[in-house]
């Protein structure tokens, strides 16, 4: 059973910035794909970002151009990067590890950071 633990959440004013960060408990962190979700305050949790091992990315459209998800294999660490944050972007964010690049393909989640951006 993989750990996933999330860190780098907090607060910031809108327009600033902050890196999510996600360690994997495992030595077969580079096979697998990884994600990052969000859950706000009264809603669904939706999709954010996923990578694949071979580093191929995917994005909802409503972070694109503002968020960029990375990773570390040696450090079995997967990034989120999230600059020019809106108050809509306050949530709940999770790390996930899966087999692609959509949604529905994760299966393993950590239990959460909190991200809050204020106007």
């Known amino acids: 059973q993989v750990q996933l633990v999330e860190s780098g959440g907090g607060l910031v004013q809108a327009g600033g910035s902050l890196r999510l960060s996600c360690a994997a408990s495992g030595r077969t962190f580079s096979s697998y794909a990884m994600g990052w979700f969000r859950q706000a305050p009264g809603k669904e949790r939706e999709f954010v970002a996923a990578i694949m091992w071979t580093t191929t990315t995917n994005y909802a459209d409503s972070v694109k151009g503002r968020i960029t998800i990375s990773r570390d294999n040696a450090k079995n660490t997967v990034y989120l990067q999230m600059n020019n944050l809106k108050p809509e972007d306050t949530a709940v964010y999770y790390c996930?590890?899966?087999?692609?690049?959509?949604?529905?393909?994760?299966?393993?989640w950590g239990q959460g950071t909190q991200v809050t951006v204020s106007s």
């Open positions: 996930a590890r899966g087999w692609g690049l959509s949604g529905g393909d994760f299966g393993s």
